[in-house]
């Protein structure tokens, strides 16, 4: 079979082995002391399962793409190693300009096909290592990917499940099941790394800021978890800094103990929050360069129009033509928002890949339809105010959603962009359902004390010798 060798099927079934071993371990230590653990080996076996998955798809069907691109790399990197140690560990630390290009590599070796992008090359230099560990095997670097990949994931989950302990199930099938999800999330691919990032990210706050605990070693798994976005896709930390801000102000409104302050002072600072991401985003716009804001704009423009080109086989959409300034592009922001969640529909797949997110998002438009049929158009506003970790998940995924629909086109493109929308997006649906239904269930209780107790009135003014008095009772 072609792009794969005799090292992947023996090596490779050994390190899945192996990687089951250790997770199965895991889940059987901790299950009895944290139940959420009976979803741990689950959800890395769809992980593996992704990974695996992802690697025949290209290697068989599409026969090239991005993750058989760093894979490459990554060999003529491990190539560069056992010819010039001192040269590798530079490219390593430092990346890759146009001078270390051509100075240590050469037709034996090779010549990196991503050298041009230092983001791109990221992966690379990440992939690199793996590759060694996989001894050169493109199916073990892929289940390496997924195994490592996981903890992010999982710590997402363990958030959720912090907060919402009743929703286990649930939160299980937003953050660890959703197919594309762990589809596009477990391969040698950006967005394995970042998706994992994501969940280290929001770990880390969540341990810092609303838990308080362990504040050092969670700071530098904030940091950390920040650069690998930074330095691969950017454009999701900043998605990030509006929620992140939200979050904080959140946890301060809910500490006060007076309601009418409460709400008060709540819709205030959170457009303070939201504000002031913007303008700290602006006043970096010198450190950031091309990731400051007006360039962002100016980029989303133009990637939005290059997508649309006939040269991507007819697989684009379009919400309009926009400028690149805010106000012009919040017009688009309920289309970009819509497709970035709602599309490919099913009616738009034309790949059995695409087939699969027309499904998904079927299944998402309906769920959304019948929460908003239920609480009315804006009712959901109000459990907002009730959970700072919701606040946080619903502003990320629409702020995000509406990033992804804004500059992106493609369908090819939007089904990987759109994955860490998904998790946060799903998972908000299913805690604002939760608050529904625990309203109702108050509702009725509360109906049902009333009644007993305008009954329960009405027969102590009641002659106890009364004959109805004792049919009633009886019933």
């Given amino acids: 079979m072609r792009f794969f060798n005799l090292v992947d099927f023996i090596y490779g079934p050994l390190v899945l082995i192996f990687i089951i071993i250790i997770t199965r371990s895991k889940k059987y230590s901790l299950v009895k002391k944290f139940p959420e653990y009976k979803y741990y080996t689950k959800g890395m076996y769809v992980k593996l399962a992704g990974g695996l998955a992802l690697c025949l798809i290209y290697t068989q069907y599409y026969g090239g793409g991005d993750t058989i691109g760093y894979f490459q790399d990554s060999m003529i990197m491990v190539r560069l190693l056992f010819k010039n140690p001192s040269g590798f560990f530079s490219v390593m630390i430092n990346g890759l300009d146009m001078e270390s290009y051509w100075a240590y590599f050469d037709y034996n070796i090779g010549y990196p096909m991503y050298y041009r992008d230092p983001m791109t090359f990221m992966v690379v230099r990440f992939t690199t290592v793996l590759t060694l560990l996989a001894a050169g095997s493109y199916i073990v670097t892929t289940l390496l990917f997924a195994w490592f990949s996981y903890g992010g994931v999982w710590r997402l989950y363990k958030v959720f499940v912090a907060e919402f302990p009743d929703l286990k199930k649930e939160m299980a099938i937003a953050v660890l099941f959703i197919p594309s999800v762990f589809f596009w999330s477990s391969g040698v691919l950006k967005d394995t790394i970042t998706m994992s990032a994501i969940g280290y990210y929001t770990y880390a706050f969540y341990q810092i800021f609303i838990v308080r605990d362990k504040i050092l070693g969670n700071l530098f798994i904030m940091f950390l978890s920040v650069f690998l976005i930074m330095s691969i896709k950017p454009y999701i930390a900043f998605a990030l800094l509006p929620g992140s801000l939200i979050w904080v102000v959140n946890k301060f409104i809910f500490s006060l103990k007076n309601k009418v302050i409460k709400n008060m002072i709540g819709p205030f600072m959170l457009?303070?929050?939201?504000?002031?991401?913007?303008?700290?985003?602006?006043?970096?716009?010198?450190?950031?360069?091309?990731?400051?804001?007006?360039?962002?704009?100016?980029?989303?423009?133009?990637?939005?129009?290059?997508?649309?080109?006939?040269?991507?086989?007819?697989?684009?959409?379009?919400?309009?033509?926009?400028?690149?300034?805010?106000?012009?592009?919040?017009?688009?922001?309920?289309?970009a928002i819509n497709a970035a969640i709602f599309r490919p529909y099913l009616w738009e797949s034309r790949n059995i890949v695409m087939l699969v997110s027309g499904l998904e998002s079927m299944m998402l438009l309906f769920l959304t339809f019948r929460f908003f049929i239920q609480v009315r158009l804006f009712g959901f506003l109000k459990y907002l105010t009730r959970s700072h970790l919701l606040a946080f998940s619903l502003i990320f995924s629409l702020f995000f959603a509406f990033s992804v629909g804004i500059s992106t086109s493609n369908f090819g493109s939007l089904v990987r962009y759109r994955i860490p929308v998904l998790p946060f997006y799903v998972a908000s649906l299913f805690i604002m359902q939760y608050y529904y239904k625990r309203d109702r269930k108050s509702d009725s209780i509360s109906e049902q004390e009333e009644l007993e107790y305008k009954f329960g009135k009405t027969a102590d003014q009641t002659n106890p010798d009364d004959s109805s008095l004792t049919i009633f009772e009886a019933k």
Avoid at 309 to 319: E, L, Q
């Fill in 271 to 335: 457009v303070i929050a939201i504000g002031g991401g913007y303008l700290i985003l602006n006043s970096l716009k010198g450190l950031l360069g091309i990731y400051s804001v007006d360039q962002v704009l100016e980029r989303a423009v133009i990637s939005n129009q290059d997508l649309k080109a006939d040269y991507y086989g007819g697989n684009s959409f379009d919400i309009g033509d926009f400028d690149p300034t805010v106000s012009s592009m919040l017009s688009k922001a309920p289309a």
